[in-house]
């Protein structure tokens, strides 16, 4: 029996494939709970409605990160002092 090409399969393109599905299947359980979490929310517009969907991914700081941690950018570097 010869082989041809069509019966080879491309392992690492098929992990690339998976890691992509499973990201996004992630992304849109994180979306879809950060939309019924809004929903539930009295009183917000649309716009406050869209920015917390949009920013479900972000994660908060924990106090280790905030505490004695160097500045790694300085919040103006236009300004004259942080050069």
């Known amino acids: 029996m010869a082989r041809s090409e069509r019966d080879v399969i491309d392992f690492s393109a098929l992990e ?3 890691r992509a599905a499973v990201e996004s299947e ?11 979490r809004a929903v539930t929310q009295r009183g917000t517009s649309y ?4 920015d917390l969907v949009l920013s479900c991914h972000l994660k908060p700081l924990e106090k280790k990160d905030k505490e ?8 103006n570097p236009v300004a004259p002092g942080n050069k």
């Open 16 to 18: 690339s494939e998976l």
């Open 26 to 36: 992630q992304r849109h359980e994180r979306e879809n709970a950060a939309k019924l």
């Open 47 to 50: 716009n406050q409605f869209r």
């Open 68 to 75: 004695r941690a160097p500045r790694k950018q300085p919040w």
